[in-house]
């Protein structure tokens, strides 16, 4: 599940007024409420109601999300907090029901609407199509104090690795800022549209992790990248020309308008992929040299089932989107 939260503000009407519209590539497929805050009316009642037009008459529910804040003792000037929640494409669609739970769990987990509180924050969830809702609050509790929701992004994101393993979603990644970069949507778009099987990101992301762990140096690592195919550009200290500081991959076809290739740092695959992080890695396995330890067994151990764990998670995304791809990893 992947969260994301925008930066807070000011106009909450405008806000449903967006969500209840078309969108911006017409992505807003069937908005509506599937939850809202404790001791709301019916949804039946709070879903706004089709105006003149065929547009959603959003006021009365703004009205009542902004009568806190009118009434707050120290609103902030910023009281409006928007997050949405998008399911993983691998993942199922889930139901209303489903969607309001993991509504009411994120609310409750940034501390905005913790449960039992009758006097929290109001907010309402509106669900888009199959695969991902919108949650919107202001930042005035009933009681007329303000809630900051400090730490909410860290929060938001603890909450959805729980509620991924809960719900058998696609495990995303942890909260420690150590997942790959998934591809963006254009990436996805055009891999379709030149006929390749995946984007190549994740092509990539799979044949430098490769490379990376039956690799024992650079030099392995790059002869590696280059028999499987994969382009390779290396970047040198501007101080020692002969230190490699850096790299990027690019594979064939994949180009901008000008014809050139589109170059993939290894930050830009998976935090883990960066040249200096791969040379701890490799300089912590010839460390161990030949001598065993229980400590350097551990160590390898432990930094086997790291990758392995990486690239479980490719070939598990793999098996439903492509399952020749998958099986060609494995």
Known sequence: MIPNIAPRGTRVGGLLRYLYGA???????????????????????????????????????????????????????????????RLHPTDRVLTDQQW??????????????????????RWVAVRHGADHIHLVATLVRQDRRTVWGRNDRWRVQAACRDLEERYGLYRVGPTDRTAHKRPHHIEVHKARRIGQRE??????????RYAAAVSASAQEFFALLAAAGVQVRLRHSTVNPEQITGYAVAVDGHTTAAGRPVWYGGGRLAPD??????????????????????????????????WVRAATDDIRRLRHTDPAAASAAA
Request: charged share 25%; aromatic share 4%.
């Open 273 to 306: 992929l960066t040249l200096p992080q791969l040379r701890t890695r490799w300089c912590a396995v010839d460390a161990d040299g030949p001598v065993t330890t229980p400590e350097g067994d551990a160590r390898r151990w432990e930094q086997a089932a790291a």
């Open 23 to 85: 969108g911006k590539r017409e992505e807003h497929v069937n908005p509506h409420l599937v939850t809202a805050w404790d001791g709301a009316r019916p949804l039946s009642v709070l879903e706004p109601a089709i105006g003149v037009g065929g547009k959603r008459d959003v006021r009365n529910l703004a009205t009542l999300l902004q009568q806190p804040v009118r009434a707050g003792r120290n609103p902030p000037a910023n009281p409006v907090w928007h997050c949405s929640l």
């Open 199 to 208: 984007p190549a990101r994740n092509r990539l992301r799979r044949e430098v």
């Open 100 to 121: 309001a739970h993991i509504a009411q769990e994120i609310m409750a987990a940034t501390g905005l609407a913790p449960y039992g509180d009758g006097r929290a924050v």
